[in-house]
């Protein structure tokens, strides 16, 4: 019974950031472990950070230096901080977040990744 909500993806040049932003609500408590995926047009859903309950973050290796990962657990929302963004990091960004053992997702927002 969570629901999850993405924001600001947008479209920008390499070399550029942003900070995506996921607020969750419902019944939030009990959430752990919260995170980023992305999926780009013809692969897989793949994992990009995730961040547990205490704020210890884990990174994909093809982000590893670039994103950051963090949360605020006060206002229930995880971020990630996109930057030197390459054409690459060009995906939907889904929120991800795992209570009781149960994964919920949200809809995504859109990174567009182009010169």
């Known amino acids: 019974q969570v629901q999850l909500v993405e924001s600001g993806g947008g479209l920008l040049q390499p070399g550029g950031s942003l900070r995506l932003s996921c607020a969750a609500s419902g019944s939030i408590f009990g959430t752990g472990t919260m995170g980023w995926y992305r999926q780009a047009p013809g692969k897989q859903r793949e994992s990009v950070a995730v961040i547990t309950s205490g704020g210890t973050p884990t990174y994909a290796g093809s982000v590893k230096g670039r994103f950051t990962i963090s949360r605020d657990n006060a206002k229930n929302t995880v971020y990630l901080q996109m930057n030197s963004l390459k054409p690459e990091d060009a995906a939907n960004y889904y929120c991800?977040?795992?209570?009781?053992?149960?994964?919920?997702w949200g809809k995504g927002t859109l990174v567009t990744v182009s010169s």
């Open positions: 991800n977040a795992i209570k009781l053992g149960i994964n919920y």
